[in-house]
């Protein structure tokens, strides 16, 4: 009698392999079928790094080095779980910055108030590795334009040996042999207040006349709107001849540019216009093409943000109004006399007078596509306004919403900034004490790892029920690990006026500062951005004690107790790091933790970042 012979597991066809690894919680898991054989080494190493990132993180878009890029999201994803953050405030080195972009008159002069940055960042890949990029970082800071350009990973660490150590920080690296050049550009006949920047929008890589310049579009108060080229060269950086907008004079209020390989740039111009003009135009000064007019059901209402879903749809948040988000339908050849769409930013219910609730939204932001959820790009997005919740809406339902998130403690302090971190998280700006708001989103498509699926379980956890257990997403063998596999939402103070090595000043009035601004490079980059009153702080999601960091962070030493003194230098080489405070959302007083200085362990319990202190 024969026998059929048995098939082993790298027998299978790459098919069935995929099928299998999407069931893989961790990446530790991979490593360790990599060591099987080397038949599956290969296929883990060409293939199965790239299912296991699309299956775990399903809307978050990475370049093609899947090992790597498995290796960054866990940790980013851990970090963000154990809330581990280095906050600090960035700002020109001088001794990096060309002296001659400085006019007469580039001191702010005194005002009341400072100034609200407005924020733009990208980044792209320009190498043969995870580590290998470019990020270009814009703000403007007053009437000035600021810019950073910073690069990573093996020309820059090829850069780092070739120098020696006292030529190294005078010549624009840190710690983790990142190098950065500045430059701000301050006409002499521009003044803050009046010809401040009010919008900042950078092209792309794929939109970009020219590959070997970076470009900006800057709105001002005074109702200049222009194009300028910016060009790296061994004597710092070369701004080319800017090319205008017509706008009549009129003070631009926001603008935002698509992401079509043909840009187009959508400018609200006063309380109820937006006008369209095509970027690429070659002419000096280009004339609007279209107009779009929102709808207004209150006589005082008017346009506070306007973001592109995707190439042709235009969201329109304004207020106070009824349906204050409107959504239109732009072509390069045509512009519709009205929305396509039109949401209510309030409640559901109408008011006791039987009129419908008034909204104010001020932000918004779009959610990215899913690999697993499917849907076209733009179909979801995030609104934020007066009365202190974000919104999601998905333009297919004819809900005004589908999800609403709130903070239970800082219920009605109005949202000013969001940020989308893919479908995982969001982040949004309140009004007051730079109160930076974390939530979860937990929507299909969304967060399907859990940084938790590696830890073991606390010493004092108890077993779960079967039914608590069923409802969670990751294992749950015990109340530790079922509680991390729940929504956890947070608030961060970016206001600590506890600094190392910091010069930065900030009075007590800047304390409660609105977050004006937020923005990230990528949605897989550990860093993002927020404008404060008068400056901007840079906020690393990365925990200093992680001995395996992100590719971006592995060089430079420190990531133990007893290298307290090296993770110092490698972490504040150029600047202090903010020690910031945090509460969750939670029901009942909040309780307050604080991050202990940089090479410090704080008390708090297992699941929490090394730094943090219970108070």
């Known amino acids: 009698m024969s026998h059929s012979s048995s098939s082993t597991l790298q027998d299978l066809p790459h ?29 883990i190493r060409n293939d199965g790094f790239r299912a296991f990132v699309h299956h775990r993180f399903p809307s978050i878009s990475t370049p093609p080095y899947w090992a790597d890029a498995a290796h960054a999201l866990t940790t980013l994803s851990r970090a963000w779980d154990h809330k581990a953050l280095v906050a600090y405030y960035i700002k020109p080195n001088p001794s990096q910055t060309r002296k001659n972009d400085y006019g007469p008159s580039a001191t702010r002069r005194p005002q009341t108030m400072g100034y609200q940055p407005v924020i733009d960042c990208f980044e792209s890949w320009i190498g043969d590795n995870w580590s290998s990029r470019k990020e270009i970082f814009a703000c403007g800071t007053g009437a000035s334009l600021t810019v950073r350009f910073k690069q990573k990973g093996s020309e820059a660490e090829r850069r780092w040996r070739e120098m020696r150590t006292h030529q190294r920080y005078p010549s624009g690296f840190d710690g983790h042999h990142h190098q950065f050049e500045w430059s701000v550009l301050k006409k002499t006949e521009l003044f803050d207040g009046r010809d401040d920047i009010t919008s900042i929008n950078l092209l792309r890589d794929h939109q970009k006349p020219s590959p070997r310049s970076e470009y900006v579009v800057v709105g001002r108060a005074n109702g200049s709107l222009s194009t300028m080229s910016m060009t790296q060269s061994p004597n710092g950086i070369v701004w080319g001849k800017e090319k205008h907008f017509k706008t009549n004079g009129s003070s631009v209020k926001s603008a935002t540019i698509s992401l079509s390989p043909e840009p187009l740039l959508a400018v609200c111009l006063g309380n109820e216009t937006i006008y369209l003009y095509q970027v690429a135009s070659t002419t000096e000064s280009t004339k609007s093409f ?57 409640d559901e219910a109408r008011r006791p007078d039987g009129q419908d609730q008034i909204g104010n939204v001020y932000s918004i932001a779009p959610l990215t596509s899913s690999f697993l959820a499917g849907g076209a790009e733009g179909d979801l997005f995030l609104s934020g306004g007066y009365d202190g919740a974000v919104r999601l809406h998905d333009i297919r339902s004819p809900a005004n919403y589908t999800s609403r998130y709130t903070d239970p403690v800082d219920t009605l302090s109005p949202i000013y900034s969001l940020l989308a971190i893919g479908r995982e998280r969001f982040v949004a700006g309140g009004a007051n004490h730079c ?15 859990y940084a938790a699926d590696l830890e073991p379980c606390a010493s004092n956890a108890s077993l779960v029920d079967r039914g608590a257990a069923e409802l969670s997403t990751a294992s749950a063998c015990c109340n530790y690990h079922f509680r991390k596999a729940q929504p956890s939402n947070w608030n961060i103070f970016l206001n600590s006026p506890e600094t190392a090595n910091s010069k ?65 230098s490698k972490w504040c080489s150029n600047h202090g790091i903010l020690n910031v405070a945090l509460y969750e959302h939670a029901c009942g007083s909040p309780k307050l933790k604080r991050q202990a200085p940089i090479g410090e362990v704080g008390n708090v319990a297992q699941g929490w970042d090394q730094r943090w202190i219970s108070i």
């Open 15 to 43: 098919e069935l392999l995929e099928q299998i690894i999407s069931h893989f919680n961790t990446a530790q898991s991979l490593r360790s079928l990599c060591l099987v054989s080397k038949k599956l080494n290969k296929y």
């Open 290 to 346: 279209g107009e779009a007019v929102v709808k207004k059901s209150t006589p005082s209402a008017r346009i506070w943000s306007t973001k592109f879903l995707r190439q042709d749809l235009l969201a329109v948040g304004l207020g106070p109004c009824a349906e204050s988000v409107q959504i239109f339908n732009i072509r390069p050849d045509s512009v519709p006399k009205l929305p396509l769409r039109k949401f209510s930013a309030g």
């Open 435 to 449: 109160l930076v708001k974390v939530f979860d989103l937990r929507m299909p498509g969304g967060k399907m790892y």
């Open 504 to 568: 930065t000043k900030v009075t007590r009035e800047k304390l409660g500062s609105p977050v004006y601004s937020l923005s990230a490079p990528s949605p897989c980059s550990p860093t993002f951005f927020a404008g404060i009153e008068d400056n901007i702080i840079q906020v690393d999601v990365a925990s200093t004690f992680d001995p395996f960091p992100d590719p971006v962070f592995k060089h430079g030493p420190g990531s133990t107790i007893q290298q307290a003194k090296d993770m110092r």
